[in-house]
């Protein structure tokens, strides 16, 4: 079983729908949580990231954690075809070293998403 | 301000030969990461380096290897290439101070064919 489980769609919805985009967990040390948007033949962005659980909302973006359930989400409100890209979910625990340095990330597989117009 | 960039943005290369892919970030970041990407298992670590003189091993390092002389470039190295090995690779670059999450920054990416 892997890690961290991301369904791959594709999912395909008409433009101003609400999207929402899901992973599961198995790790319980995890304790950040981001989202990523990568348009094709372009490398990932960071889209949000939230520290344990709860919510926490950028314009139409809302993400969510929920750790007793190892369950992550993000919803995109009034969804538009600028949003037609792969969303990857990533979590990660602590920092490499114990005087801090990089952090391992895990990361979905991926959700591929069009918003048609 | 360039951020990270990655060079070649892609290659064909024949099976045996050596290849090394490289990655220069100017935001004067420690922390800098090799991924590569496939259809199907999303995003995995080869090797990282926390700051300039250190290394270490990611999820999937066998048949890779990186050095870090400066802060700025990060170079990886397919000593004796595969086709296993063709895939999209990026690199990746976060402050890396604490212990606390540090956004990690993407190159646009290396495509990579081995034959």
């Known amino acids: 079983q892997k890690e961290v489980e991301q369904d791959p769609g594709p999912l395909s919805v008409p433009e101003g729908a609400i999207v929402s985009l ?3 967990y198995s790790n319980s040390a995890f304790q950040y949580f981001m989202w990523y948007r990568q348009y094709s033949r ?25 750790k007793s359930s190892k369950y992550i989400s993000l919803f ?6 600028s949003d037609s890209a792969t969303y990857l979910c990533a979590m990660s625990a ?15 597989t991926g959700t591929q998403l069009k918003v048609e117009l | 301000i360039a951020g990270i960039t990655q060079a070649p943005t892609s290659q064909i290369l024949a099976a045996g030969r050596r290849m090394t892919l490289r ?12 991924y590569r990407q496939d ?16 290394t270490g091993k990611g999820e999937v390092p066998d048949g890779y ?27 990746a670059s976060s ?12 190159g646009p990416g290396t495509r990579l064919t081995v034959l």
């Open chain 1, 22 to 24: 899901n992973c599961t």
């Open chain 1, 42 to 66: 372009k490398g990932p962005e960071l889209l949000m990231y939230t520290y344990s659980s709860g919510n926490k909302e950028d314009g139409r973006f809302t993400a969510q954690v929920d």
């Open chain 1, 76 to 81: 995109i409100r009034d969804s538009q075809p």
């Open chain 1, 94 to 108: 602590l920092s490499f070293g114990r005087g801090g340095g990089g952090n391992k990330l895990t990361f979905g």
């Open chain 2, 23 to 34: 990655c220069t970030q100017d935001m004067r970041h420690n922390a800098m990461y090799w």
């Open chain 2, 39 to 54: 259809l199907g298992l999303g995003l995995r670590l080869i090797h990282y380096s926390n700051t300039a003189g250190t």
């Open chain 2, 65 to 91: 290897s990186v050095s870090r002389a400066n802060t700025d470039d990060f170079p990886l190295t397919l000593a004796s290439a595969v086709p296993s090995q063709t895939s999209v690779y990026f690199c």
């Open chain 2, 95 to 106: 402050v890396g101070k604490g212990q606390q999450y540090n956004e990690q920054f993407f």
